[in-house]
């Protein structure tokens, strides 16, 4: 991971580090092979920065784990999803700018 504000979600940690979380979640569903997911790691490093003690911020690696991914319906990435109080709030498909990205997670601060 490229920041030690990211953490990594897993098949095996995303009911625990997600979806139990008493803070909202921000989840990039990516892939090593991702042009587009590789591009939005500064967004998202950034966004884990400045929301650090709000909001905890992570990545989840499809390849490495499909039952979450299939789970969850993931059919195109970079999938982002807010989760908060161990539901599903917020979702963008596709790249995003940081301004765009800080408004879906202060809808569900707020």
């Given at each position: 991971?490229?920041?030690s504000l990211i953490h990594e979600f897993t098949d095996a940690n995303?009911?625990?580090?997600?979806l139990q979380s008493s803070t909202p979640v921000l989840v990039d569903?990516?892939?090593?092979?991702?042009?587009?997911?590789?591009?939005?790691?500064?967004?998202?490093?950034?966004?884990?920065a400045e929301y650090q003690g709000r909001v905890k911020v992570g990545?989840?690696?499809?390849?490495?784990?499909?039952?979450?991914?299939?789970?969850?319906?993931?059919?195109?990435?970079?999938?982002?999803?807010?989760?908060?109080?161990?539901?599903?709030?917020?979702?963008?498909?596709?790249?995003?700018?940081?301004?765009?990205?800080?408004?879906?997670?202060?809808?569900?601060?707020?």
């Amino acid at each position: 991971m490229a920041s030690s504000l990211i953490h990594e979600f897993t098949d095996a940690n995303f009911a625990s580090e997600v979806l139990q979380s008493s803070t909202p979640v921000l989840v990039d569903f990516w892939a090593p092979w991702c042009g587009p997911c590789r591009a939005l790691t500064p967004t998202i490093d950034a966004i884990a920065a400045e929301y650090q003690g709000r909001v905890k911020v992570g990545k989840l690696n499809i390849d490495d784990n499909m039952e979450q991914a299939a789970a969850l319906g993931i059919r195109s990435i970079p999938t982002l999803m807010v989760f908060k109080g161990g539901s599903l709030k917020k979702q963008h498909v596709g790249l995003i700018q940081k301004p765009e990205l800080a408004k879906l997670l202060d809808a569900e601060l707020g």
